[in-house]
């Protein structure tokens, strides 16, 4: 079921270096991009299909066409390398493993987009990543593909590496501008865009790392290359990230559109210790969570996932097996949401907290029905009610939880309320 | 004037201007949207959620109004069901970490949190886990105290420092039910407008050290005035009250809206000049340095001048047109020469890009304009070899050293017609007490010739006699509002054909030609 585009380099050692990486294809495709008009290149990856691997899925094409004509400002693109959801864990291979691919890919956005300048916004946690990405860096510019002629060619990509300080709520795209621009990491309010005013009030465009290390096989191989993998809506591959109870976990390249079940059974070795499987988190922490029954009936794509009232996300799959405490798992993840919003608007700042409370107070055994039944409701109360959609990162999987896991907080409360039992 | 549109509130149609967002279109007509972080002076910031509404035309389910521009046909929703959940479920969160300490605090009465609880939330309280504890009582400097536990994290006085006084002292730390407004270690608010963050804050988390605890702001009776603080003319609000068995006392200034001449802000020398009208009056009538009864100084004033072979009058430019226009009058009828010299009321370099101006004086454009000379020469030449000074409530001691005074005042018997009891008055032979600005009612000219007229905001218990009468008392042919009234229209031309009652509230900006008009 695997296939080795992304990470076709992956396997090879010393691929993080520019002489292993260009003796295995790297910045091949750049003769080819710079005898292109930009225009074409748009067009080309509208055409594969290709849509943002951050989580939204928007089509990368389309985001590009947004960029309005003849500003007279300069246009900058950002790659976000952010990666902080728990349970994601793609990009960070990219970085380590074959950044040159994803250098490859920013020389082919830059030109498509007309930008010379590039920040890449990396997750300041990321150690080991932002060092093998600058050391690549350092050696494309010595080797003359970044810089003032890119390959050889009359254009000029500049990049600039950018740590983070430690906030999830960066990797929102607006925050992430903010932060870059040095102030505190905070969503804008939209509209603007980013594509029309974004970093220092310039057209922007914003672009996960795989969406970016993705472009030089659909140079290189056209459009109906890329979407010979995955489904008619979903094109490509995607890099998951399989973690949990799964006898196999780790990073997987899959094309999209595989049924779910298979892949964890097949791929990742199944649920482990011949447990049962009691739900999954289909696409990073902030995706509401299949029950199994829903599990059989799922395909790792953007448009199935919708359907089963999900999302495909990041493509960071946890399989939770039978002994899972959901309580303990919504305390977990509400902890952190409301330890990473960034505390602007009033509901998420306040409410985040307020639900962290409800949920330790039920954890201790001192929760009652009343407790249990706010908490749904600040779900509602919060959600869509912010600038950004942190809130909702929390809110949708709670109440996901909460519906469908009710019997588990219920038995919490059951020895405070006797209203629980009989509400059962 | 700007262009009107017509757009729907409720499926109502309204008129109202264009250019500006929903809060401030809708608000002028009557309409409240509420909101918290919004501020006109410092722009949208749109994290409060308070004013998020629906617009009925597809786009996104609810925006914040203070973000969206008012447009023609735009339907906007305010009174749906959920709309008004969003308010209340807004009002719950800021409700939930916040003390309620309203009996103590001194916001309460003029609270934004107070007056939507009452119109958005008013039911009780669901919180029944720990409140968030942050820092009480911190002292940010510049007179500003702030209680971390009682703000609602808006940031207009982070953008006030950041966008207005360009200083920065302020900042939001922490992230989420963490956040809080503070200061960076040792380095305090330090900025003439700090106190404006008091007004601007919605609630009670930024309190003035001067006013904390003084009085519940619902006993605090307000009247429109003018700071005379400088030649600005900022506009202001009075606050006063007579408490029982005690005199009427100003407890704050506060600024008052005027697009023309301060916006929304006043500076803290002004808003703290409040402090000059309670204290250092001199309230007594006092002859050679006794007190005795005002009509009996008056009668002894009227003798000396009747006796003086050379009399010389010297006005303040605080004075208002009114009074300096009398005292004009009565130089004139005296054959005394007339002064306004005030050099001393001048701090060069103390003025800045914003309100505060150099000249502290009120109306010196005033003092041009009617044609009374202020140079140094003109006053030292009219005091040589007089035998009598009128001094109408100017600080001499402003503009020269003592002894400089005493030995070019030597042999000169003063009449101070003063409101404070300043050094001038004991150098006096004759002290007569008068109102200060906040006791009476006039007009002023300031640095930018917009002319402005007050009223008397504070009737003392001693109610002190307005310097019109005074010199209308000593002889000056200006006896009544009305004849000092004419007497100013001849000199202004802007004031022509207008009655008193027909100058703008905002005030009348005269144009050019009328500010340099030299009619004498």
């Given at each position: 079921m695997e296939v080795?585009?992304l990470?076709a ?5 010393d691929?993080h270096?520019?002489k ?17 008009p930009?225009e ?29 004509k ?15 959801e728990?349970a994601t864990?793609?990009?960070r291979?990219?970085l380590v493993?074959?950044?040159?691919m994803?250098?490859?890919?920013i ?13 890449i916004?990396?997750r ?9 990405l ?27 590496v950018?740590?983070?300080a ?12 903010e ?6 990491g ?8 980013p594509?029309v005013?974004?970093l220092?009030g310039?057209?922007?465009?914003i672009?996960?790392?795989q969406?970016?290390?993705s472009l030089p096989?659909i140079?290189?191989?056209g459009a ?14 995607h890099l ?5 109870h ?12 595989l ?27 902030s995706?509401?969570?299949?029950l ?12 199935s ?7 495909f ?7 939770l097996d039978e002994?899972?405490?959901i309580v ?5 993840l509400i ?8 505390g602007q608007c009033?509901?998420c700042?306040e ?10 107070k039920i ?25 950004c959609?942190l809130?909702?990162a929390?809110?949708?999987?709670v109440r996901?939880?909460?519906?469908k ?8 409360v059951a020895?405070?309320d006797s ?6 | 004037m700007a ?9 109502v149609e ?14 002028a007509v ?21 004013c ?6 597809g786009r ?5 109004a203070?973000?969206?521009?008012a447009?023609?046909?735009?339907k906007?929703l ?8 969003i308010?209340?479920?807004?009002m719950?969160?800021?409700l939930?970490?916040h003390?309620i300490?309203?009996p103590?605090?001194?916001?309460a009465?003029?609270c ?5 609880y ?6 009780d ?17 510049a007179?500003?105290?702030?209680d ?17 006084t360009k200083t ?24 003439r407008?700090?106190l ?12 003035s ?7 519940r702001?619902w006993?605090?009776k307000?009247?429109?005035g003018?700071?005379?603080?400088c030649?600005k003319?900022c506009?202001?609000?009075?606050e ?10 100003i ?12 916006g929304y802000f006043?500076c803290d ?17 006092r ?6 009864p005002?009509?009996e ?7 000396e001048?009747?006796r003086a072979e ?6 303040s ?12 009058a009565?130089a004139?009828?005296l ?17 800045d890009d914003?309100?505060i ?12 304009l ?10 030292e030449a ?9 001094n109408?409530?100017?600080d001499?001691?402003?503009s020269?050293?003592?002894g ?5 005042l ?20 004759m002290?007569i ?5 906040s006791?009476y ?10 002319l402005?007229?007050f ?13 019109c ?14 004849e ?21 509230a ?15």
């Amino acid at each position: 079921m695997e296939v080795k585009i992304l990470s076709a380099k992956f396997d090879i050692k010393d691929a993080h270096k520019i002489k292993v990486a260009k003796k295995h294809g790297a910045y091949s495709t750049l003769d080819k991009l710079f005898s292109m008009p930009p225009e074409d290149v748009i067009e080309l990856v509208k055409e594969s299909g290709l849509r943002g691997r951050g989580g939204a899925g928007f089509p990368s094409g389309v985001k590009w066409s947004f960029l309005p004509k003849d500003t007279g400002k300069p246009v900058y693109l950002a790659v976000n390398s952010d990666e902080s959801e728990p349970a994601t864990f793609k990009d960070r291979y990219i970085l380590v493993k074959d950044p040159h691919m994803m250098i490859e890919g920013i020389i082919i956005c830059s030109y498509a987009i007309g930008s010379h300048d590039t920040y890449i916004y990396i997750r300041g946690e990321y150690t080991t990543q932002v060092k093998a990405l600058q050391a690549a860096i350092d050696e494309a510019y010595a080797a003359g593909y970044l810089g003032d002629k890119v390959g050889g060619h009359d254009y000029t990509v500049n990049v600039t590496v950018h740590r983070g300080a430690g906030a999830y709520v960066c990797g929102e795209e607006t925050a992430l501008l903010e932060s870059i621009e040095g102030k505190k990491g905070q969503p804008r309010s939209k509209p603007p865009f980013p594509a029309v005013a974004g970093l220092y009030g310039c057209p922007t465009i914003i672009n996960n790392v795989q969406s970016i290390a993705s472009l030089p096989f659909i140079l290189e191989n056209g459009a109906e290359a890329y979407k010979a993998y995955g489904t008619e809506k979903s094109a490509g591959t995607h890099l998951f990230g399989i973690s949990g109870h799964v006898e196999k976990p780790g990073m997987y390249e899959l094309p999209l559109g595989l049924p779910l079940l298979e892949v964890i059974d097949k791929v990742a070795g199944g649920v482990w210790k011949g447990r049962k499987l009691k739900g999954v988190i289909p696409g990073g922490s902030s995706t509401p969570v299949l029950l199994p029954e829903e599990a059989k009936t799922v395909t790792l794509d953007y448009e199935s996932m919708a359907a089963h009232k999900t999302m495909f996300g990041s493509g960071g799959i946890v399989v939770l097996d039978e002994t899972v405490d959901i309580v303990q798992l919504v305390k977990n993840l509400i902890d952190f949401y409301h330890h990473e919003s960034c505390g602007q608007c009033t509901p998420c700042r306040e409410g985040l907290g307020w639900m962290l409370k409800i949920i330790k107070k039920i954890l201790s055994g001192d929760g009652t029905m009343v407790d249990l039944n706010l908490l749904r409701e600040l779900c509602d109360n919060i959600e869509l009610k912010t600038v950004c959609v942190l809130s909702a990162a929390c809110t949708m999987p709670v109440r996901s939880y909460l519906d469908k896991f009710r019997h588990e907080f219920e038995a919490y409360v059951a020895n405070n309320d006797s209203s629980a039992a009989e509400a059962k | 004037m700007a262009d009107k549109i017509k757009l729907f509130v409720n499926g109502v149609e309204v008129e109202v201007e264009s250019g500006k967002n929903l809060i401030d279109a809708i608000g002028a007509v009557g309409i409240e949207i509420p909101h918290l972080c919004y501020h006109p002076a410092l722009g949208a910031d749109g994290n409060c959620r308070m004013c998020l509404v629906g617009i009925e035309d597809g786009r996104p389910p609810l925006v914040p109004a203070c973000k969206t521009p008012a447009q023609e046909g735009l339907k906007v929703l305010l009174d749906a069901e959920h709309i008004k959940k969003i308010q209340h479920d807004v009002m719950e969160f800021e409700l939930i970490n916040h003390p309620i300490d309203c009996p103590v605090c001194d916001q309460a009465g003029e609270c934004k949190l107070q007056d939507y609880y009452m119109s958005y939330d008013q039911v009780d309280s669901r919180m029944t886990v720990p409140q968030v504890t942050k820092g009480k009582k911190m002292d940010f400097g510049a007179g500003v105290v702030h209680d971390q536990e009682r703000c609602v994290v808006c940031g207009r006085c982070v953008r006030f420092c950041r966008q207005i006084t360009k200083t920065g002292e302020l900042g939001i730390i922490n992230r989420t039910d963490d956040a809080r407004v503070n200061i960076f270690p040792g380095r305090p608010l330090n900025n003439r407008y700090a106190l404006n963050v008091v007004d601007l804050c919605p609630v009670g988390a930024m309190t003035s050290k001067d006013f904390r605890f003084k009085q519940r702001v619902w006993f605090l009776k307000k009247a429109p005035g003018i700071c005379h603080g400088c030649a600005k003319g900022c506009n202001i609000t009075i606050e006063h009250n007579r408490e029982k068995y005690k005199d009427d006392v100003i407890y704050r200034f506060r600024p008052r809206k005027n697009d023309q001449v301060n916006g929304y802000f006043i500076c803290d020398a002004g808003r703290l000049s409040y402090k000059a009208e309670n204290e250092g009056r001199l309230t007594e009538a006092r002859l050679s340095n006794k007190a005795i009864p005002v009509d009996e100084i008056l009668t002894a004033a009227s003798k000396e001048i009747e006796r003086a072979e050379k009399t010389a009058v010297i006005v303040s430019p605080n004075c208002s047109l009114e009074q300096m226009i009398a005292v004009k009058a009565l130089a004139e009828k005296l054959g005394a020469s007339l002064s306004g010299f005030s050099d001393g009321y001048i701090k060069s370099g103390d003025g800045d890009d914003f309100l505060i101006q150099d000249d502290k004086a009120a109306n010196r454009t005033g003092l041009t304009l009617l044609g009374i000379d202020s140079s140094k020469q003109g006053f030292e030449a009219a005091v040589q070899g007089a035998k009598l000074l009128i001094n109408f409530d100017n600080d001499l001691g402003l503009s020269y050293e003592e002894g400089a005074l005493k030995k070019l005042l030597q042999g000169i018997k003063i009449i101070a017609i003063t409101s404070h009891d300043t050094d001038c008055v004991k150098m006096a032979e004759m002290a007569i007490p008068v109102a200060s600005y906040s006791e009476y009612a006039g007009s002023v000219i300031n640095c930018d010739n917009i002319l402005q007229t007050f009223g008397k905001a504070v009737t003392k218990n001693n109610d002190l006699a307005d310097i019109c009468a005074i010199a209308a008392g000593l002889g000056s042919p200006l006896a009544s509002p009305e004849e000092r009234f004419s007497a100013l229209q001849e000199c202004i031309g802007a004031l022509k054909d207008l009655e008193p009652d027909q100058i703008p509230a905002k005030g009348l900006k005269l144009n050019d030609s009328e500010a340099a008009n030299v009619t004498v």
